[in-house]
Every structure is written in structure tokens, then in C-alpha cells.
DNA sequence: CAGACTCGCGGAAACGTTTACAGCTTGAGG
DNA sequence: CCTCAAGCTGTAAACGTTTCCGCGAGTCTG
């Protein structure tokens, strides 16, 4: 005669009640066991020892549901291989994991109605927060954002107003160090090489290298400005547009991708760098020193945004009740052999 | 006098109590329509109705719960900032989205105690199945994977008998191509950087490397082979050593990130590449050809190896009882400017 | 030695959803 | 007019866990 009920769950694996059964104890005080709450030797013994015997595993689900967490934490960016979202994850994948968490990672093609209905998506929370670096926020970010059950924490531009964990840097006065550096060792014809001028970064870029060049007094020669995309091969195209139509003592990347490809750009048309001409990018990435000559770079901080980020989101899911707050990450700039002052040359 | 139950969840979201509730419906009427089963016009439009009033969103871990799903698939690989992991978890993460799931990355750092605890906690199922890319193989790895309640797709060496899911390339196969190649060019002093040798795939590549030179007749001068890691900087130091000691006419490099340090020795040195010293590295990532000059390198499929990984987890997801497969991509090699034939020299 | 207090335990409810089952209504066919 | 099938609906159980609460036994205190 066959038990109906054996405790196990559907597809065979024990359960709490199969733990309890063969201790000869209630489903609670096994649970207890397991947890390590309070319970007498004995018991102890007994449950350790049966849930050993059937080789007990609690089920993660429902100890979500039953705990309102999920243990997964959302991020967010445009795409997981660009060098600056990647150093951003390594570094909030180190968080996360030292958390006893772990990371779901979204790529959304910087496409605003998939990033939107991720966003909405939160109201199912599964995940108990989430990351996101958008490159271009609108007003529905922003609802979707405030709307959402669980914290939202933005890398990037926010409005001052937003009721939204924010952990920016001032990419503005980032273009102004590397201009500064680049007037400091005698180029005056400084390129630029920005990206998409409708994007968060590429707006801020662009107003932070006409200010700068403002700030020394030089006026800006339009033909040194050219727009691409954030990316290696648009970034090379661009620049060979630049090249084509004018000549640039040094050129200042709008990020590290684009420097490289600017790099080749000019390696392939017999400039040499940085005698020639001087090569700045920025974000600073791992990239910028595998190249040859290594790339000077303007460090965003990156993977110091991502940690920010990911310690502001635990808190925030710690004690939902804090009050919005800023992270800022300064800019600074690392100087390499792509933009060594020109030996004295016959120049200034 | 306030109502004790409000049929709100604890946080004050709706429930699908809630929704029926304000409908007038029973649970399962609101559950029925909410899922788009059998439900007549009438009873349709309340349930619609009051749902949109309430804004009601299904609590995805109830859901969970119910369904056994998580709608979630892991992947475990030693570094996610390695391109050639980036590549795989870019196409992972594609196929993945495209079913309606959602990616958990983990960094395991190559620590196997990390690695199998990590598939011991797949018992828990908080994933539906598991992608995971080891450097290093063993039982307790083995054990591990078959004990497993949801599937496990292994990226990498398995052996023959492993009752498991398998993508692999052939590193040895790649490994003579690109020594033919080299020989074909007229390169004869063949130098090799390899990775850790008690790795599979530094193995694999350490006799891949042997046996091809022995099919071409030549002599291995022990000099020529050199050990670091798979990383730049000690694929840089390694490099530096290895032509500290000896005057390589080419360089074979065990993946693209010890090439790319190769590369940098190589130039900081004073060769010239390809002229002097010819460079190929492995794994044909992006970063291959965004040096000057561009890379050749060995493809091992890294994006068409998670992508059929990807394929092969969801499909046995949907059907466990498939019997275990394995696919295997072959690899080929990409010739770029790095290994060009020296232009007719007074060599042989 | 009586009362209060502590401790461990088991029953049952809860988390929010889906779904098996049974009862009801309605309409068609004989 | 009766029977039967078909279609909706609601009740209740289930998923597997944690936890509230009440109970009994033991211990301490005055």
C-alpha cells in the first residue's frame, strides 16, 4: 500500500517535511534547526542528522516568498562589453557577491522602451534593487523609477530634484582637465572627438570642451569637432573624417573606445603619436594602457561609481526609509606617453 | 473601525486578492482572466477594470513558487572583464533575453572551491539551469553538475563519459593552425607564452603547441616557451622574459590578453611587428583587432560557443529527459597585419 | 511550596500565486 | 418539458518555507 503523501516535494527532492518527518519532530522546530534558532541538543541532533541522511536543500523560492527577498540584485547598462560598463560590473559584482547577493545583468542597447519596461518591471520585484546607468533619461525613467517598489539607484546625470539614489561624476570638468593638459604641453589645435550629442555624456562632453577652450581663450575651429558613436569602429571613422579635414596637434576622445580607434586612425595615416599628435580619452579604462603607446585617459572613476552604486543600493534595501542622497566621483586625469609634451621642438 | 485584512500585501501593493476583490470576483476569476484563460466578456472587463485601477503587477516569486520557474539562468566564469568572457556572456546574455529570461553572472576567480560550491547551490534551485565555463576540471566539479536538480551546460574540456551538456572547441587544433601559418610565412624560431599548465586549456594549447612542431619537423628549443598567466600584465612579463633570453622570429600567445602584453614588449623593446617578430594571439576577441598593428588571431568561437550553450541549457530546460549532447565549434584562424610574411627578405 | 518566568515544542497561519474540482446556470436537442 | 452538455464561477488546496502563538514542563524566587 502506497503512502500518498511522502513530504517530498513534486519532483522527488526532500523538503522541510520530509527533514521533520524522519526526525520525528515538527516542520517547525526543523525549521528552526536549520536556521540556527533556538532548539534543545537533542532535537539539534536529530534534525542535523536527518536532514544529512536525505540530503535537505531549502528551496530558494519559497524562502523568498516568504522573506519579501529575493537575493538578486538588478544592473543595468547599455552594453556589457564596453570596457567602462565592464570594470563598472567586475565592481559591483565584487559588492554584490560580498553580500551574500548576487547580480542579474540587463543589456539594453540604450534602447529607451526596453530600459523603461525593465524598470516597470520592477513592480514584480524580482530583484530586491536595481542599477542603472542610462545614457540618455527621460521622463519616464524618472517615473518608472519613483514608481517602483523596490530602490533604484542611477550612475549618471540626474536632475537635481529627482528623489532617486544618484552617483554621478562631472565628466564637464573632466574634458576641461584633459584640455588643460593639453595647452600645458604646447598643442593649441585640439581636436575632438565626441559622441551622440543627444546623450547624457555626450551633451555634457561637448558643453565641458567649449568651455574649456573658452576658459583659455581659444576659439573653437568647428572643423575640429566630429561626433560618432561611443564605440571603436565609429569612433575610427570619425576620426578619420577629422583628419581628413584638417590637422589637429592633439585630439581629445569623448571615451576610451573612440581613443583607440582614433589611434589607428592615426597610426594608419603616418601621424605619430604623440610627436605628431597628442591622443587623450577618457573613462580611463583597462584598454588605454594596453595600448601602444599607452593611452593618456580622464578617469571617471568607474569601477569607483560602480562600488558606490552597489553600497548605496545594500543600504538603501537595508533601511528603505533613507532619504535620497548623491555620491560624486571627481574626475582626474592620468597622463601616459600618448600626450607627452613635444621635445622641444621648433614650435611656441 | 478599520478593516484587519485589506487583501493589500504587507508593503500595501495589491494582490490578486485585492484586484478581485474590488471586481467582485473570486481569486481564481481574477487569476483566470488575469493569465487570458476561458472567463466570460462581463467578468473580463471588471477584472480588467480594477486591475488597471490598482495598478496590479503578479508578484514574480509567488508566481515563482507556483510555476517552479525562476525565469532565470546563471553563468560562471572565472572573470567577467576577461574579453573573451565578455564575448561569450554578450551572446549568452542575447539568447538568454530573447526567451523571456534573465542572465545571474558569477566570478568565480578560477577558485574551485568557489566554483563547486556555487553548483552545490544550484540545489536550491534559485536559477532554472546553469552555464559554467571552468578553467579547471574536477570530480567535485563532476559530482556537482550530475547532482544537480536543474541543468548544467559546461563551456570548455569535459570528459567523454560526462553524462552533461557540453560546448567545446579544439585549442590544439587552433593551436597548429596558427603554428602552420607561422611556418608557412617563413617564421622557423616559433616562441610561445603560455598560461598556467595545470589549466585545460593551457594544457590543451602546451601540446597542441608540441605536436605541431613535431609535424613540421622542428626541434623544440625549450628557451622559446615561457609560462604567466591569462592576463595582460603577465602576459607582458612573461613575454619580457622569454625575449630576455632569446630571439624568437614569431610569437604564438595562449590567448588575445597575453598577446596584446606581448605586443607591448615586443614594440617597448624595439621590434618590429610583423617585420621582426611576428605576433598571433587566441581567442580572435575584439581587442585583437583594435591594436596597431591589428592581431591575428586563433577564433575558438567564443560568441557562437555561448550562444550554443545558451541553446542547448534552454532547450533542456524545456525537456529534461533529452539525453546529453555536445556540440563542438572548430576553430579558425584570422590573419591580420601582425603576422604578414616578412616582405622578401634575406631569410631562407 | 506557590507563583512567575523560561524554554522548547507543535499546530496553524502566512507569504501570493495557480489550478483541480465541484456546483451552478444556460441553452440545445429529443 | 426533461435531460444533458457546455461554460463559468467559487472554494479550497497546493507550491515550501518561516513564524506567531499557545501549551506543557521545568526552574527560579521569595
Known sequence: MVRKRLHNAADGRPTVHTVAARAGVSIASASRVLNGLGASDETIRKVRAAAEEVGYVPNAIARSLQSQRTGLVGLAVEDIGNPVYVEMMRAIEAVVASS??????????????TETALLRRLANRYVDGMIVSPIRIT????????ESPVPVVVIGQLGEDAPVDNVRTDSRTGVGLAVDHLIATGRRRIGFVNGPLDTVPGAARDAGFRAA???HGIELDERLVEVGDFQYAAGRAAAERLLSRTRPDALLCANDLI?????????????RVPDDVALVGM???????????????VSLGSAERGRLAADLLLQRIADPALPPRREQVPPTLSVRASSAPVAAGPGA
Open 213 to 215: 577652450l573658452a576658459r
Open 100 to 113: 551574500g547577493r548576487q547580480l542579474v545583468v540587463h543589456a539594453t542597447g540604450g534602447h529607451i522602451p
Open 283 to 297: 573613462d580611463d579604462t583597462e584598454l588605454a594602457q594596453m595600448m601602444f603607446p599607452q593611452l593618456s585617459s
Open 259 to 271: 581613443a583607440v580607434g582614433a589611434l589607428h586612425a592615426l597610426l594608419a595615416g603616418g601621424r
Open 139 to 146: 521622463g519616464d525613467h524618472l517615473t518608472a523609477m519613483t
